[in-house]
Nanobody
Framework: QVQLVQSGGGLVQAGGSLNLSCVAS??????????VGWFRQAPTSRKEREFV??????????NYVASVKGRFTVSRDNAKNTAVLPLNSLPPEDTAIYYC????????????????????WGQGTQVTVSS
């Protein structure tokens, strides 16, 4: 059974930093073939989860939502079945529950930006940025 365990969320003041991690188990033989995504959902939002970042199976391709470019840098360590998302220069509007999903990417694509294209999701970790 695939499990994704997330950690690293918390409460931070505006301008601060947090380091989110996502560790996969039960899929160790193919984690290195999976795209990894990061999504978030604000507490008062009725919208679907917002795409934040994605990284390809080998780490060579990444994609970010415009609002986090230059502040978040996704990475992965396939030997440890781990993906990491450092959050820097956080403003209050980054407050949300952050999720990491994994899955094989659709044919011909390296990064995956749509939540419906991921089958396996972490439990989410709360990030709260105070003003």
């Amino acid at each position: 059974q695939v499990q994704l365990v997330q950690s690293g969320g918390g409460l931070v003041q505006a301008g601060g930093s947090l380091n989110l991690s996502c560790v996969a188990s039960g899929r160790t033989e193919s984690f290195s073939d999976d795209a990894v995504g990061w999504f978030r959902q604000a507490p008062t939002s009725r919208k679907e989860r917002e795409f934040v970042a994605s990284i390809s199976y080998n780490g060579r391709a990444t994609n970010y939502v415009a609002s986090v470019k230059g502040r978040f840098t996704v990475s992965r360590d396939n030997a440890k079945n781990t993906a990491v998302l450092p959050l820097n220069s956080l403003p209050p509007e980054d407050t949300a529950i952050y999720y990491c999903p994994i899955d094989y990417p659709p044919f011909g694509r390296a990064v995956v930006t749509l939540p419906d294209e991921y089958a396996y999701w972490g439990q989410g970790t709360q990030v709260t940025v105070s003003s």
